[in-house]
């Protein structure tokens, strides 16, 4: 037995965090069967060996988010920790040996620990790309260094370097946030980097999502701020015990260099003729770099990251050269992903290479219609044979090494334009970019094109978690879209540790949503379109984010903390819907609501266009976040973290019961049957429990198995009911249907896009039409995450693996065989360490009653698991380790049959 070294809240790196009190998990390894911790021990240390704490022994069976021991952290302060603990079944005084030690430090914890200012290259305020400035500094170290540390933000986006090497291997830094509230920052050991001396340090300043162009129509530029600005701080200690900072101020110096635009949407334009050789090392000469500006200290909170930064992930080689019916070069990569193109190219000085990006081919040409207003294209001029490269570039054997810097694109395709000579496909590779998380969750079954649709959302996500929860990847969008967050967090939460991302995603949520006077959370965060909606009013399942994707977050991460910091958020949105259903007739009722969104049935120019009434949707969702947020008000309640909160849950359970009332009268039948007689009414009904009467309940279940029938399996929703449909056929007892849906391959199908080849998941049910051609619609994306929600189901339903507790305390082991699987089988790596889940059939001569179903599942340390077989015998409980049962199995009858019309 042995346990791992703790971690440190939420953080993967924990260096450079912003708590003062970072709470502490750890997993205990052990092959013995139903072992469950009975005490801990904790130890911290300071950075120069003297113990801050030492708990003893305690007597807990808690390994997750465990309270820090020992006083509060100071700004800068580096420790580490150590665990060990107590099995129950053990002698007290055979504790498992100590942990590895685990070392974190802080940042900046305090605005008076801020002495540099923002300095800022820009004179005037332009509506037009501007060219990356660079920014350097020349200082003097006067002895050997023990520690450095870089403590460095922009308005825009920067990579820095001192003594003309990459400070550290963040793309995109420091990211997009709420720029007005909340500015991130990221400190970086630096030591390494350092010399007695003459130094220098530098930066390459891009303007990012803070002055370049976002939004629809062309967008507009400046939305933050007028002027890029980069803040940094670099404070060095010596060996002797003395310090030194190196800060932005007036007496830093700047100049253009070869990055003439660097943008978003549009890409990158670089003249390699125009590279500075030396420009971040000491001794460069300086006669045509100019003063910068000091800019007022940042009014928004600085703020250390609660999640992974965006790094390059990966780099994919090119499957296949295609010359198009045009004549063009176009680079297969065999997969749509999200990043950029890096190449090495040999020609002459002053000859231009164009690099442009989209997601499919249309009529064997590379189809830019969805990308909008994006340009996505990249330029390179070569700085020719025998010139010296600057210190960001390579040179090999006269080969010139080119990968953009401040851009992204979402493509499989490139068309390779003006190359010098014959192109040879090992020259260009893509280099996959997204925010750097940690993969948590797996699933695999006996169908191929499943396990690619499984493939595809996992794809999906990596590309639209690039630092905020992006709906797409490609066009002239690329906003955190609430909604579609909203809907797919529980896969999201299974596949990748995306705890830390989306908490400190929710801050920004709340900033934004607390500023406007109506407590309605915008549509997109951050918010780029405060006036692209106006008038539009509050949207249902979009402003639910507010609730659930916290509850989503607590549910799955066991973290009561979320819920304490988004209450405020969380209750704000549930007194604008009090306020919206009080007018009238007890509901809310609007004229325009997203609803279920993209209903495949919906025009190819008006996606709103549902089936469903959007009434109906706003209303199922007003009772389900108003009852989740009186659930939580009794959750911090009881943990003492909020004061009147029976009060708070008194007051929404009765909000959430009128509305309930209210939604029967007016929605549903004596009989069951919905106002809107669709696939996503009857998902709600059931999945949110709005049928008061067993009559409305069976009826409802009748009815929806029947709509499935009558559209021939194929799928019939939208964002909204997407994630509900599988569910609520399950729980409506047809568990059959719900894998006929799956397995469907005709369009609209979550199978047909695999069928036509598709490696991410598509925006629209039909994004690309049976013949080849790209849908019509002005709006469409082949690499969008939310109708990608099914693969929760996958995970908990048909591989049966899911959290019985918040956190996966508990689990529950409840496999759903169907359709024609052979077996299916799930992993997910929890906080207590390794689960799985699976079953298989094994066939046995003489008839389909003797077939045996086996059902394997490892169930972590410190945790038991309910399981529930599907023979229809009662669940039971069973402790930690690798467990296998055998039941006889009777198969479904296969497939089921649709509904025919004359």
């Not at 502490?24 to 904790?42: F, K, N, P, V």
């Not at 910068?292 to 250390?304: D, T």
């Not at 955190?480 to 908490?503: E, K, N, R």
Request: charged share 25%; aromatic share 8%.
């Amino acid at each position: 037995m042995h346990v791992t070294p703790p971690t440190f809240e939420h953080h993967r790196e924990p260096f450079g965090i912003g708590e003062p009190a970072p709470r502490l998990s750890w997993r205990t390894i052990t092959d013995t069967g139903d072992w469950r911790q009975a005490a801990h021990q904790i130890s911290v240390t300071a950075a120069d060996g003297t113990v801050l704490a030492d708990t003893g022994r305690v007597e807990s069976a808690e390994s997750v988010l465990v309270p820090w021991p020992g006083p509060s952290l100071g700004s800068r302060e580096r420790v580490g920790v150590r665990v060990r603990v107590w099995g129950e079944d053990e002698d007290e005084d055979e504790p498992s040996p100590w942990s590895d030690p685990a070392y974190a430090e802080t940042g900046l914890l305090e605005p008076a620990d801020w002495t540099a200012r923002p300095i800022t290259p820009d004179r005037t305020s332009v509506e037009e790309p501007l060219c990356a400035a660079l920014l350097r500094r020349d200082f003097t170290l006067a002895g050997p260094v023990a520690s450095a540390r870089l403590y460095i933000t922009a308005y825009g986006v920067y990579a820095a370097e001192i003594n003309g090497k990459p400070v550290g291997d963040h793309v995109l830094a420091p990211g997009w946030t709420s720029y007005q509230h909340r500015l991130r920052y990221q400190t970086f050991d630096v030591t390494p980097l350092l010399r007695t001396g003459e130094n220098a340090i530098g930066a390459l300043l891009g303007e990012g999502w803070y002055t370049g162009r976002l939004g629809f129509h062309g967008g507009r530029r400046n939305i933050y701020g007028e002027h890029r600005a980069l803040l940094a701080q670099l404070e060095i200690a010596y060996a002797d015990g003395t310090t030194q900072i190196v800060r932005t101020d007036e007496h830093w110096r700047t100049a253009t260099g070869p990055v003439l635009r660097s943008e978003i949407y549009d890409g990158e334009a670089y003249d390699a003729r125009r590279e500075r050789p030396g420009w971040s090392a000491p001794g460069h000469e300086l006669s045509d770099w100019t003063r910068v500006r000091e800019l007022p200290f940042p009014r928004a909170e600085l703020v250390a990251p609660t999640g992974p930064p965006v790094r390059r992930t990966q780099t994919v080689t090119p499957v296949d050269v295609i010359t198009t019916p045009s004549g063009k070069t176009v680079l297969d990569f065999g997969q749509n992903l999200v990043g950029r193109l890096r190449i090495r190219v040999k020609g002459p000085a002053g000859h231009e290479v164009t690099l442009r990006h989209a997601e499919v081919l249309e009529h064997g040409e590379l189809s830019i219609r969805p990308l909008r207003f994006a340009a996505a294209t990249d330029t390179y001029v070569l700085r020719g044979e025998g010139a010296e490269a600057d210190e960001g570039m390579e040179a090999d054997g006269g080969a010139e090494t080119y990968e953009p810097h401040f851009t992204f694109h979402g493509f499989r395709y490139a068309e390779i334009g003006n190359w010098p000579g014959p192109l040879d496909p090992a020259d260009v590779e893509a280099v996959v970019l997204h925010t750097d998380l940690a993969r948590t969750g797996w699933f695999e079954c006996s169908d191929p094109l499943v396990n690619r649709l499984h493939e595809n959302v996992v794809q999906g996500m990596r590309g639209n978690f690039l630092d905020v929860p992006t709906d797409c990847p490609q066009r002239d969008e690329r906003m955190g879209w609430t909604g579609d967050i909203q809907v797919f967090a529980p896969t999201a939460s299974f596949l990748y540790d995306c705890s830390g991302m989306l908490t400190g995603w929710l801050r920004d949520l709340a900033a934004e949503q607390l500023a406007r006077p109506d407590g309605v959370p915008p549509l997109v965060v951050p918010d780029v379109l405060p006036d692209a909606f106006e008038g539009v009013g509050a949207q249902a399942v979009w402003a639910d984010v507010a609730v659930l994707l916290p509850w989503t977050l607590y549910q799955r991460f066991g973290d009561l903390e979320v819920l304490r910091a988004q209450y405020p958020s969380m209750r704000a949105w549930g007194e604008a819907t009090i306020w919206l259903t009080s007018e009238g007739d007890g509901l809310w009722r609007q004229d325009v609501q997203l609803g279920d969104w993209l209903d495949p049935q919906a025009p190819p120019d008006r996606p709103g266009e549902a089936r469903t009434d959007g009434d109906l949707v706003a209303n199922a969702y007003v009772i389900r976040s108003a009852e989740v947020l009186a659930e939580v008000a009794e959750l911090l309640d009881g943990a003492g973290q909020l004061d009147d909160g029976k009060e708070d849950a008194a007051r929404f359970r009765a909000h959430a019961q009128a509305v309930r009332e209210r939604f029967a009268d007016q929605f549903v039948t004596p009989d069951g049957r919905l106002a809107s007689d669709t696939q996503t009414a009857y998902a709600l009904a059931i999945a949110f429990s709005l049928l008061p009467s067993e009559r409305q309940r069976r009826g409802a279940a009748h009815q929806l198995a029947r709509v499935v029938r009558r559209a021939s399996f194929r799928i019939a929703t939208g964002f909204t009911g997407t994630p509900l449909i599988c569910d609520a056929l399950c729980a409506a007892g047809e568990p059959q249907l719900a894998y006929r849906m799956l397995l469907e391959r005709e369009c609209p199908s979550w199978l047909y896009p695999v069928t036509m080849g598709a490696t991410t998941v598509w925006e629209r049910w039909d994004s690309m039409l049976p013949d080849g051609t790209v849908n019509p619609g002005e709006m469409t994306s082949f690499n969008h995450h939310a109708l990608g929600a099914v693969a929760d189901w996958l995970h908990r339903t048909v591989a049966g693996l899911a959290a019985a507790e918040p956190g996966w305390r508990r689990l529950r082991i409840a496999p759903v065989p169907g359709g024609d699987l052979a077996w299916a089988k799930a992993a997910h790596d929890t906080p207590y360490g390794r689960a799985e889940a699976g079953w298989r059939i094994e066939r046995v001569k003489g008839g389909r009653m003797r077939d045996v179903l086996v059902v394997e599942t490892l169930v972590p340390p410190n945790t038991r698991a309910e399981v529930q077989l599907p023979d229809g015998s009662a669940p039971f409980e069973v402790g930690s380790g690798c467990h296998t049962f055998r039941r006889p199995y009777a198969a479904p009858d296969w497939p089921p049959t649709a509904i025919r019309f004359p």
